[in-house]
């Protein structure tokens, strides 16, 4: 891990770059796939699970008898784990519906808006390294809560053309039976374009790697709508002396086993300090299974030091971190100064895995600096937000002269006249 010990603002894109191809590179990879699909359709589908994940698939979709028994296989205690959170995310989902609002504007002239579900969505759940049944909690959660129609979810088989059945246990959970045997940029395509198993979709949601995230992108140039451009996965922790090393060492290791094209990132107040987190990782390093994951994940990673907490924020906000702890002693001046992130977690005893898993907040989030944009996955994302108007006589009557006017000054005569041929009628008909 690369320490900067207070590096100049104009060095801090440089250095702090995350770990990605050029999406023109990934694209002309990407590209093909997803033209294949299109053409050769569930044929392709089958070529590309052998291709890529390595085994045959008679059956695209999963079906419903192995969806019902994979509760079976399912450790009692993470069926348990996987109840709790699927409750506490349910819970704070729900707080975030909004009414229908209504709003007699002026005299006669009511304008409304309401929440209307997507008819269909794909959710994509990462296989490869770890299968994220997490995953189908944050996605899956918020789109039955929301409403959606259709809800189809993607995922990559294993070696033996199964599902791991912690994933299908969630789906099932939830209640979601549209289960495809389908990973990768193919996996978006399916949903982008439709096959003869899998809908076209209206919308797709998920995390992936760089090539998801490309299919992704191509997608919405196809009509389909997507949550957000979610790449790899990153966490910056902002620590001072009151922070505990070894918890700060554990929450950069837990984004760093994700991938190896994952990136974490320290901000702290001294070298001292720095080290001492370090020390700490290196130390925790040795009992991780997926510690060749996490090490290569580390030579992409920045240890910050920066005596300044004004010029910490500056930073934090200019990299726009998916995830960002906040263990400072001043943590609401930080906070409040705070505009760039996907999800923050304050405290010593706040690790970024409760967000990951249970804490109630979803956790598929923008990453690649997209923080500054997007927000993370909501129930709002699975609606749209429909405005409503209707206009009495009284209310033309009253507003009609505004719009008028202003067409005219536009222009747009045809829209002038649209309201002087209802204030004619009006005046004849006294």
């Not at 999963?62 to 506490?88: F, H, M, R, Y």
């Not at 140039?221 to 902002?238: F, Q, R, T, W």
């Not at 760039?340 to 967000?355: H, K, L, M, R």
């Amino acid at each position: 891990m690369k320490i900067l010990v207070n590096p100049d603002v104009n060095t801090w894109s440089k250095e702090l770059a995350r770990p990605v191809r050029k999406m023109k590179d990934i694209t002309k990879i990407v590209k093909p796939i997803m033209k294949k699909v299109k053409r050769q359709g569930d044929k392709a589908l089958r070529k590309f699970a052998l291709e890529y994940d390595h085994v045959e698939i008679d059956e695209i979709l999963v079906d419903q008898e192995a969806i019902d028994s994979a509760g079976q296989k399912v450790d009692p205690e993470l069926k348990e784990a996987i109840q709790t959170a699927k409750n506490n995310i349910e819970k704070f989902h729900k707080l975030q519906d909004a009414p229908p609002l209504t709003s007699e504007i002026m005299g006669g002239v009511i304008c409304m808006r309401k929440s209307v579900p997507i008819q269909k969505v794909g959710l994509y759940i990462p296989g490869g390294t770890a299968p994220l049944f997490s995953t189908v909690l944050m996605l899956g959660i918020p789109a039955k809560l929301a409403g959606c129609k259709e809800i189809v979810l993607c995922t990559p088989p294993d070696t033996s053309g199964e599902i791991h059945p912690a994933i299908l246990f969630t789906a099932k959970i939830i209640g979601i039976d549209k289960i495809v045997k389908a990973g990768g940029a193919q996996a978006i395509a399916a949903m982008t374009y439709g096959t003869a198993s899998v809908p076209r979709v209206d919308k797709i949601f998920g995390p992936g790697n760089q090539y998801v995230t490309a299919a992704k992108q191509l997608a919405t140039n196809k009509g389909v709508a997507i949550d957000m451009p979610a790449g790899p996965s990153e966490v910056l922790v902002y620590a001072d002396e009151t922070a505990i090393p070894d918890f700060v060492a554990a929450d950069l290791l837990s984004q760093a086993e994700h991938g190896v094209d994952s990136q974490v990132v320290l901000v702290g107040p001294s070298e001292k300090f720095v080290r001492k987190v370090i020390k700490c990782m290196d130390s925790q390093l040795e009992a991780l299974p997926r510690q060749k994951i996490a090490r290569k994940a580390l030579e992409n990673s920045v240890a910050v030091v920066m005596d300044d907490p004004e010029k910490s924020i500056h930073l934090i906000n200019s990299y726009a971190p998916e995830h960002l702890i906040v263990a400072v002693k001043d943590e609401d001046e930080a906070l409040s100064a705070i505009v760039n992130a996907g999800s923050v977690f304050i405290g010593n005893y706040t690790p970024e895995s409760a967000g990951d898993y249970a804490s109630g907040t979803n956790h598929t989030l923008p990453t690649n600096g997209y923080a500054r944009a997007y927000s993370g996955v909501s129930l709002d994302s699975f609606v749209k937000k429909i405005t409503y108007q209707k206009i009495t006589a009284a209310g033309i009557k009253a507003l009609g002269p505004t719009i008028a006017i202003m067409a005219e000054n536009e222009n747009l005569h045809a829209h002038k006249n649209a309201v002087s041929i209802r204030l004619n009628h009006l005046s004849k008909n006294k």
